[in-house]
């Protein structure tokens, strides 16, 4: 069965401390990784990853894909309140209805 | 540009009643849409998926069903609800081809009574 594992699964850090979540997973047919952020609502997209060792980079936040470790990380340095949310990976895979697997996601928390 | 419309943002139903939630898909054409379910701060478990009208599948068996009468239009629904079909529900979608990520909805908030 497909699986992807975020840790941790809860984190709580001061502003301007850096973070780095965790994704693992296990896919049959591995298309991409993405990362999303989820505030109070919709989830919304940070990073799309295909490709090992290629670092995608966003203001604070950065993340890279490790295909032989089957693993993904996000950064965020400076963290400030405002990054305090859920963040969620999911795997994509090679099928026709672009199938998301996600994770149960890191719940952060940027105390001031 | 794309835009998803989910509604009602909250819902509270007594159990046994039935259930209608609706997603709509403006700015863009034969979109596949999903259907998911978020428990209380956890991550998302597809339940239904769909590559175009009337073509649906199922990820998970349980007490829903989901139907695709236009292309642009996705319907969750059950006949009696159960008190653990309480969640966060949230619509997506994505291009038909390539490799898209997924668009969301603001998502439904259901109570089970």
């Known amino acids: 069965e497909d699986k992807v594992v975020q840790s941790p699964l809860s984190l709580v850090v001061h502003e301007g401390d850096t973070v780095t979540l965790n994704c693992s997973y296990e896919v049959t047919n591995f298309r991409s990784l993405l990362w999303y952020k989820q505030e109070k609502k919709a989830p919304t997209f940070l990073f799309m990853l295909t490709s090992s060792g290629i670092e995608k980079k966003s203001g604070r936040l950065s993340s890279i894909l490790d295909k032989k470790e089957l693993s993904s990380i996000l950064n965020i340095t400076a963290t400030q309140t405002g990054d305090s949310a859920i963040y969620l990976c999911a795997v994509d895979e090679e099928t026709s209805g672009s199938r998301l697997t996600f994770g149960e996601g890191t719940q952060l928390t940027v105390n001031p | 540009s794309q835009t998803i419309h989910q509604w009602p943002a909250t819902l509270v139903q007594p159990v046994g009643s039935p259930l209608s939630l609706e997603c709509t898909v403006e700015?863009?054409?034969?979109?596949?849409l999903y259907w998911y379910r978020q428990a209380a701060g956890r991550g998302l478990q597809l339940l239904f998926y769909?590559?175009?009208?009337g073509q649906i599948s199922s990820e998970v068996p349980q007490n829903l069903s989901a139907s695709r009468p236009q292309d642009r239009q996705f319907i969750l629904s059950s006949k009696k609800l159960l008190l653990s079909d309480s969640g966060f529900y949230l619509c997506?979608?994505?291009?038909?081809w390539g490799r898209g990520y997924q668009h969301f909805g603001d998502g439904t908030r259901l109570s089970i009574l």
């Open positions: 769909s590559v175009g009208i």
């Open positions: 997506a979608w994505s291009v038909r």
């Open positions: 700015g863009t054409s034969n979109p596949n």
